[in-house]
C-alpha cells in the first residue's frame, strides 16, 4: 500500500470533503494508521510553555504530526517527567480555536481576515498619527513578563517608557521586597534541607515536578515538611504537618516566628552582625509583637509558632521558610510585607546562600546580540506611575502596573496598546472595567488563541507561531528550587506551522518596516542563538540535539564578599531589614503589622481565596480540551466551602449557589457581581473563606471548549493598586454565598 | 443665618474628617480625579477658617523636644511614636533620625505621601530649624492626624551643619530695638478662597497644595532692613503681656489664640506681605501656615523674638540655647533616583 504523508492525507481528507459522503472508502484510518505505522519519529527537545517554569522536554514527531511529549532527564525542574499541563497545552497545537491568520475588527465589530502586510501597512499608519499627536510615551507594550525580550527595544524606538509586565498580577510585592532587600530572588535547597515550611506556596498545584520528587524524598528520609495554608494544598498532603492558617494573616505568622527567633535568643547573631542591616530598626518597631499576639490574629497557637520558630533555629542554616510565589505576594494590602517578612525569618536563620537554606540560581553565562547604537526619543515618565515620585514611587518600574490600564487609557495617557501572550482581561481582576482596554485608540494583540483580550479589546490580531513551532534563543533553566549546576535550554521548532502565523521576530520585523524601521531588528532568530551561546562556548548543533545541557560549574555556598565586606548588591550589600526606598518615600522601611483591608462577618461572608490546580496554568490552559476533561472528572470548577459553615448555610455537596461580591470604584455607583457555582463541601478548608480554582471562567465565545466554565477569582474582584508593590489585593473580597443559582 | 450654615458645613465636615480616622490606612489610590464626590464646599474660606480656629482654640501642644524625641524614639524605643523628615531628600539620605522616613516638605499634602501616616501614633514631624516643620504638624493635625514638630527641628538635635543640613541654631540674639507704641488697625476685607472641593479633607489639601512652595520664614536682617524702610506688616502673635513689654516697631498683636476669629482676620491686608512674629518661630510658623492657607500672604520671623532680642522681658523666656549635643544619625540605604526603566523579567 501506498504510504501516506501527512500532505497527501490533508488533501486526501479536501477531496472527500469536496464530494461529501460519496467516497467514504477514502476515510479509512485503519488503513492510514497501518501505512504510517513505521514511518521514523524524530525526538525534538525544546522546552514547555504551559507556565514560567519552562520545563525542558522532548517532542516526538511522526508523519509531520506532534505525537507526544515527555520532560527533559538532566532537566533540573522536572527529571524527565512533565506536569498535565505540560501534555495538555502541547495538544493546543491543533486546537482549533486557535487565530489561524491576521483578523482586523470591522465597523461592525466582528473580525475579518487581513493580510500580513495589509495589517503592518494599517497598524503602521495609525501608530504614526498617535505618536505625531501624542508622543511615542502614549504607546504600552504589555507582556506575560519573561517571554519576550523584543518589545522592550520597540517602545526604545518610540520613546515609550510604557513597557508592562504581568508581575502585578501576579507576585510583585515578592520581587519587589527581594531585589530592594536582598538584590537577589534565592532558591529552596530542598535536597539538603532539613526542615522545611511552606506558607502560601504549592508546588503540588503550581508544579514544579523535580520540587515534588525532592519533597516526597525528604520525608522519606525523615526531613521535616511543615506546610501553612488555609486549604489542605497537594503540597500539604505529601508533607508532615498541615497547619490551616487565617488567610490574610501570614504576615503575623511571620512575624510571630521572627520575634520567637530573636526573643529567645535563636537567631544567628553572628550572620545579623556581618551580612544584615536594619536588624535593630525592625527589632524596634516589632519588640511587642509576640508569638501569643501574632496566634490571636493567625489562628495558629502561640504554641505552635515556638515549635516551628524553635524547630527552624535547631536545624538552621539548612532550614528555610519557601519564599513564596503567587500565593501570599499580590494578593493583599500586607503583601509587601510578608515578602519582606519573609526575606527576615529567613535571614534570622543565617540560611541565605547556604546549602540547605536558600541558594542563588546556578546561571551559565549568556550573552546578547550587540547591535549598533540607535539615536531614540526621549522617554517621559512612565503612564502607569510605577517608579514616578508623587504616583507608586516604590513600585519597580521595569515591570509597572498592570491591572489599571483601562484608567490610562481614560486619562487620555495611553492611546495604543500591544498586548504580547498577555490577557488581563481574564487574568486582571473586573473583566468589565478591563474591557475598557478597547477605548485606546489602537489595541494589537499577538496571541496564540481568541484568548479574551483579543476578542473583546483588539482592532487588529496578528497570530504568533505556538510554541512548538517557532525557535528562540537559549535560556537559563533556574529559579524556584536549588540546582548546583547551570542548565541551558532553547526553543526549537518542533512541526512546521500549521497556520498563516508568524513568530515575534517576523511581526516585530513586519511591522517596523512598515514604519520606515527597517534596521531595528537587524537580525534573524539563528543570529541571536549565535550570539547568546557565545560566551557560554557551548556549541549550537550540541544544544539542538541534546536540548538541555548542564555545565560542570558548580555553584557554591556563601555570602557574596567583596574584598572582605559584604557584597550582595544591595545599597549596603548586606541584607536590608529596612527598605531605604520606602523610607525616603515616607512608609516604614521595616515590616510591621497590618490588618488586612476587609474581613469576614456575617454568617453568609467568606473571603475569596484562589489556587492554581495541578492540571491548569491559570487561563492559559482553560480552552485546553484535554485538560478541560480532567476538569470534568475532578468537579476542578466547584468553589470549596468548610462543611461546618456549608452546615450553617444549609449547602450540601453539589448544591449550585450564588456567589455575589460588590463592586467598588471611588466615585462610582456599586456594581454586584453574581455568578452561579456548584459547591465542594470539605474540611481540608479553612472556615473563613471559600477557595477557587484560578483557571476557569472562560468567556470568549470563540474558545469553544472553555466558553462558559466555571467562574474565575478577578470576576468578583475591583480593580485596585497596593501602592508600595503595585500588587492588585485580589484576596481583599468578600463574596456573599447563598444557596441557589443566580 | 450664613454663619449657621458655615457651622453645619463645617461640623458635617469634621464628622467626615472623624470617619477617614477610623479607616484602615487606605490602599486602592484612586488618582485625585477620581476622588470621591462628595456635597461641594459652598463657602471656603468660612469653611477653612473654622475649621483652622477650631484647631487653635484647641490648644494642641505643637511642639516636642528634641531631648524627649531622643528618649522616648531612639533610647527607649517608644512603638507610638513616628518620626517623619521633611528635608530635602539628600539632607534626610545623608543623616537623619534613627526610624524616621522621609516626606518633603512641599509634598506633605499630598494624599499619596500621607496614605501611609498612622492614625493610631503621634507623628513627629523634624525639618532644619522648627519651622516648616510647625506648619506640616499644623497641616497634618487639621487633617486629623495627631503631629507634633520637634522643636528646633535638627538644629535642635546636633550642632553640625552637614548634619543639620542648614544652619546651627543662632546662640546670640541681635538686640535690635524694640518698642512699646501700639499702632491703630485699619479694617480689610477677608480673602475669596477661589477652590472647588468636596470635602474638608480636599479643601485643606488643595489650599496646601496652593501655597507648597511658598517662602516659609524671614531672617531678622531682612525684616529690620523693611521695619526701618516702613514697607513691612508685622503681627505679633505673643501674649499680649510680653507685646506690651516691647515689640518690633509698627507690629500689631493678636494672640494666637485668637488670630482666627473673624473680627482679628479684619485687620488683617489682604494685599501685603504680613510677618508673623512670637517667640522662637515655631507658633508664628503654624500661624503662618493658617493664614496663607485662608489666601493670605505671609512668612515668619525666623527664630522669633528670641533672636530680635535678648530681653528676656520681652521674650518671656530664655534666649535660645545653643548648647546641643551631637546625638546618633543614621544614614538612608538606597539611591535617592530610582533605576532606568528597563524591562525587567
Same mark, same amino acid.
Given at each position: ?55 525542558? *522536554?522532548? &517532542? ?14 538532566? @532537566?533540573?525542574? +522536572? !527529571? %524527565? ?99 530592594? *532587600?536582598? &538584590? ?14 511552606? @506558607?502560601?506556596? +504549592? !508546588? %503540588? ?538 | ?345
Amino acid at each position: 500500500m501506498r504510504k501516506i504523508s501527512r500532505r497527501t492525507f490533508l488533501q486526501v481528507a479536501a477531496g472527500t470533503a469536496a464530494v461529501g459522503i460519496a467516497a467514504p472508502q477514502l476515510m479509512d484510518m485503519k488503513a492510514f494508521s497501518a501505512s504510517i505505522a513505521d514511518m521514523p519519529v524524530s525526538k525534538i527537545p525544546t522546552y514547555c510553555n504551559g507556565c514560567s517554569t519552562g520545563c525542558p *522536554m522532548f &517532542a516526538y514527531v511522526k508523519n509531520g504530526r506532534l505525537w507526544k511529549v515527555e520532560g527533559h532527564p538532566v @532537566a533540573m525542574k +522536572n !527529571y %524527565g517527567t512533565l506536569c498535565a499541563r505540560a501534555h495538555g497545552v502541547a495538544t493546543d497545537l491543533y486546537n482549533k480555536d486557535r487565530v489561524r491568520q491576521p483578523m482586523k475588527r470591522g465597523a461592525d465589530g466582528k473580525f475579518q481576515p487581513i493580510s500580513w502586510d495589509q495589517a503592518f501597512k494599517e497598524i503602521a499608519e495609525k501608530l504614526a498619527a498617535i505618536i505625531d499627536k501624542n508622543t511615542g510615551n502614549s504607546v504600552a507594550w504589555m507582556a506575560h513578563g519573561g517571554k519576550e525580550t523584543y518589545g522592550a527595544m520597540f517602545l526604545n524606538e518610540l520613546g515609550s517608557a510604557n513597557y508592562i509586565t504581568h508581575y502585578s498580577t501576579c507576585f510583585t510585592s515578592k520581587t519587589n521586597a527581594w531585589d530592594k *532587600m536582598v &538584590a537577589n530572588q534565592l532558591t529552596i535547597d530542598i535536597r539538603r534541607s532539613k526542615y522545611m515550611l511552606f @506558607a502560601g506556596r +504549592n !508546588y %503540588g498545584g503550581a508544579i514544579i515536578p523535580a520540587a515534588m520528587k525532592q519533597l516526597t524524598e525528604a520525608r522519606a528520609q525523615g526531613r521535616k515538611v511543615v506546610v501553612v495554608d488555609p486549604r489542605l494544598c497537594e503540597l500539604a498532603k505529601i508533607a508532615d504537618e498541615w497547619i490551616p492558617i487565617r488567610p490574610g494573616t501570614d504576615l503575623a505568622f511571620f512575624l510571630g516566628i521572627a520575634h520567637t527567633l530573636i526573643s529567645e535568643n535563636l537567631y544567628n547573631k553572628s550572620f545579623v552582625q556581618k551580612y544584615v542591616f536594619g536588624f535593630e530598626e525592625f527589632w524596634s518597631a516589632n519588640r511587642d509583637f509576640s508569638a501569643d499576639k501574632a496566634a490571636a490574629i493567625c489562628d495558629i497557637s502561640a504554641a505552635k509558632i515556638r515549635e516551628i520558630a524553635r524547630e527552624l533555629a535547631k536545624n538552621a542554616p539548612a532550614a528555610f521558610l519557601d519564599p513564596g510565589y503567587h500565593g501570599l505576594h499580590n494578593h493583599y494590602i500586607n503583601s509587601t510585607q510578608i515578602a519582606q517578612a519573609n526575606v527576615i525569618v529567613n535571614a534570622l536563620l543565617g540560611n541565605f546562600y547556604q546549602h540547605g537554606g536558600l541558594m542563588p540560581s546556578a546561571r551559565p553565562t549568556l550573552g546578547s546580540i550587540k547591535l549598533p547604537k540607535r539615536l531614540q526619543p526621549e522617554k517621559g515618565p512612565r503612564a502607569d506611575g510605577a517608579g514616578v515620585p508623587n504616583e507608586y514611587p516604590t513600585v519597580e518600574p521595569g515591570r509597572g502596573i498592570a491591572q489599571h490600564m483601562p484608567e490610562l487609557i481614560a486619562s487620555g495617557k495611553i492611546k495604543a496598546v500591544f498586548l504580547y501572550h498577555y490577557n488581563p482581561l481574564r487574568t486582571a481582576p473586573d473583566p468589565e472595567y478591563q474591557k475598557d482596554l478597547s477605548k485606546a485608540d489602537l489595541v494589537v494583540s499577538i496571541p496564540i488563541d481568541w484568548n479574551e483580550s483579543s476578542f473583546f479589546a483588539a482592532h487588529y490580531i496578528l497570530p504568533e507561531h505556538y510554541y512548538l513551532e517557532r525557535m528562540e534563543a537559549p535560556k537559563a533553566v533556574s529559579g524556584n528550587i536549588s540546582h548546583d549546576f547551570p542548565q541551558i535550554v532553547m526553543r526549537m521548532p518542533v512541526v512546521k506551522p500549521l497556520h498563516d502565523t508568524k513568530p515575534l521576530l517576523e511581526i516585530m520585523q513586519g511591522l517596523t518596516k512598515a514604519m520606515n524601521l527597517d534596521d531595528l531588528y537587524p537580525f534573524t532568530v539563528e543570529d541571536e542563538v549565535t550570539a547568546v551561546l557565545a560566551p557560554s562556548g557551548i556549541d549550537k548543533t550540541r544544544l539542538q540535539s541534546e536540548g538541555c545541557i548542564e555545565l560542570a560549574m558548580p555553584i557554591k555556598p556563601g555570602f557574596p564578599e567583596k574584598d572582605g565586606k559584604p557584597a550582595c548588591g544591595t545599597f549596603t550589600g548586606k541584607i536590608e531589614f529596612s527598605i531605604g526606598a520606602f523610607k525616603l518615600h515616607g512608609r516604614l522601611g521595616v515590616p510591621t503589622w497590618i490588618p488586612p483591608l476587609v474581613s469576614p462577618k456575617a454568617e453568609d461572608e467568606f473571603r475569596l481565596i484562589h489556587g492554581k490546580q495541578p492540571w491548569h496554568s491559570h487561563s492559559q490552559t482553560n480552552n485546553t480540551p484535554y485538560l478541560l476533561e480532567m476538569t470534568k472528572s475532578y468537579q476542578g470548577t466547584w468553589l470549596w466551602m468548610n462543611r461546618n459553615r456549608a452546615e450553617k448555610l444549609k449547602i450540601r455537596n453539589g448544591d449550585t449557589v450564588t456567589v455575589e461580591s460588590k463592586i467598588e470604584y471611588p466615585g462610582k455607583t456599586a456594581r454586584i457581581v453574581k455568578k452561579s457555582m456548584q459547591i465542594k463541601v470539605t474540611d481540608m478548608l479553612y472556615p473563613e473563606c471559600v477557595w477557587i480554582p484560578s483557571a476557569h471562567g472562560c468567556f470568549s465565545p470563540n474558545m469553544t471548549y472553555g466558553f462558559g466554565s466555571g467562574a474565575n477569582y478577578n470576576d468578583f474582584a475591583a480593580s485596585r493598586v497596593e501602592s508600595l508593590s503595585g500588587g492588585c489585593m485580589v484576596q481583599e473580597v468578600i463574596v456573599k454565598v447563598r444557596k441557589g443559582a443566580v | 443665618m450664613r454663619y449657621a450654615k458655615l457651622l453645619l458645613i463645617a461640623s458635617i465636615s469634621l464628622v467626615m474628617l472623624a470617619g477617614c480616622g477610623q479607616q484602615k490606612a487606605p490602599t486602592a489610590q484612586a488618582p485625585a480625579a477620581a476622588m470621591p464626590a462628595g456635597p461641594a464646599i459652598n463657602e471656603p474660606f468660612g469653611a477653612l477658617q473654622q475649621v483652622s480656629d477650631k484647631y487653635l482654640k484647641a490648644n494642641k501642644t505643637l511642639l516636642i523636644e528634641p531631648q524627649e524625641v531622643f528618649q522616648k524614639v531612639v533610647v527607649a524605643v517608644d512603638p507610638t511614636y513616628y518620626l517623619v523628615d521633611i528635608r530635602a531628600d539628600e539632607h534626610y539620605a545623608n543623616n537623619h533620625i534613627p526610624g524616621a522616613v522621609h516626606i518633603s516638605y512641599a509634598d506633605a499634602w499630598r494624599p499619596v505621601k500621607t496614605e501611609f501616616l498612622p492614625r493610631d501614633k503621634k507623628i513627629i514631624v523634624v525639618d532644619y530649624s522648627g519651622h516648616s516643620s510647625s506648619q506640616i504638624a499644623a497641616l497634618w493635625s487639621l487633617l486629623g492626624y495627631d503631629a507634633v514638630a520637634m522643636k528646633h527641628g535638627m538644629a535642635g538635635w546636633s550642632k553640625n551643619r552637614d548634619v543639620i543640613g542648614g544652619s546651627p541654631l543662632p546662640c546670640e540674639s541681635k538686640n535690635f530695638a524694640t518698642v512699646k507704641e501700639v499702632p491703630a488697625t485699619t479694617p480689610h476685607e477677608t480673602p475669596t478662597l477661589d477652590v472647588k472641593a468636596t470635602s474638608e479633607a480636599d479643601l485643606i489639601r488643595k489650599r496646601a497644595e496652593a501655597i507648597a512652595t511658598k517662602p516659609v520664614v524671614i531672617q531678622a536682617d531682612d525684616l529690620l532692613a523693611r521695619v526701618t524702610a516702613k514697607s513691612a506688616f508685622v503681627l505679633d502673635i505673643r501674649a499680649t503681656a510680653h507685646y506690651q513689654a516691647g515689640h518690633i516697631a509698627s507690629a500689631i498683636n493678636i494672640p494666637l489664640n485668637n488670630l482666627l476669629e473673624p473680627d482679628s482676620l479684619k485687620k488683617l491686608p489682604i494685599n501685603q506681605q504680613i510677618v508673623i512674629v512670637c517667640y522662637d518661630g515655631h507658633a508664628s510658623s503654624q500661624a503662618s501656615r493658617l493664614l496663607n492657607q485662608l489666601g493670605y500672604n505671609t512668612v515668619a520671623l525666623r527664630d522669633g523674638m528670641s533672636v530680635w532680642t535678648g530681653d528676656s522681658n520681652i521674650i518671656g523666656a530664655k534666649a535660645v540655647a545653643c548648647d546641643v549635643p551631637e546625638r546618633v544619625t543614621a544614614k538612608l540605604n538606597a539611591p535617592l533616583s530610582p533605576g532606568p526603566s528597563t524591562a525587567a523579567t
